[in-house]
């Protein structure tokens, strides 16, 4: 099996893109692949699909607080292509856990950490990062570690 799957899946996705003429579709991917190869560059490594799936995430994230930023400044222009990219950047992110699979995974490192207070909530967090990365809101999963660390 290829060391990047989802890498040469991008790659194949813009051939198919250029090949179509989707020119928001090919520029979205082409946007991804740069982002992976800045990283690649930099760091002089190659990246696996668990390091794609965080430059996916992040740049995920970026699209969302850019559309709450246009939305707040009533710019639909720019949200509109905002949201466009976050549909595209979506589809190559592994699937999204549903609230309750990640309640139960957030249990799960807490009781495996055996975290009682805030002061242990990097340990749970670095159980539960590789487990969601890509998968749903990490500021949502701090912030409902946080309320269960505060209540034990």
């Known amino acids: 099996m290829p060391a990047c799957a989802l890498k040469e899946k991008l790659v194949s996705d813009m051939k198919v893109a250029m090949k179509s003429g989707d020119k928001p579709r090919l520029s979205v991917i082409r946007l991804i692949l740069a982002a992976i190869k800045q990283i690649e560059v930099d760091e002089r490594i190659e990246l ?28 639909t222009d720019l949200v509109d292509i905002e949201q466009a990219e976050l549909v595209i950047i979506k589809e190559y992110l592994p699937e999204a856990l549903s609230e309750q ?25 670095g159980i539960l990062k590789p487990q969601l990365q890509g998968r749903t809101n990490m500021s949502k999963v701090s912030q409902l570690i946080k309320t269960l660390l505060e209540v034990k």
Not at 48 to 68: C, G, P, W
Not at 101 to 125: E, W
């Open 101 to 125: 699979q990640v309640n139960d995974l957030i249990a799960q490192a807490i009781a495996s950490s055996g975290a009682t207070d805030m002061k242990q909530m990097g340990q749970v967090m």
């Open 48 to 75: 696996d699909d668990a390091r794609v799936n965080v430059v996916l995430d992040k740049m995920a994230k970026q699209r969302r607080e850019s559309i709450t930023q246009f939305e707040k400044a009533n710019r």
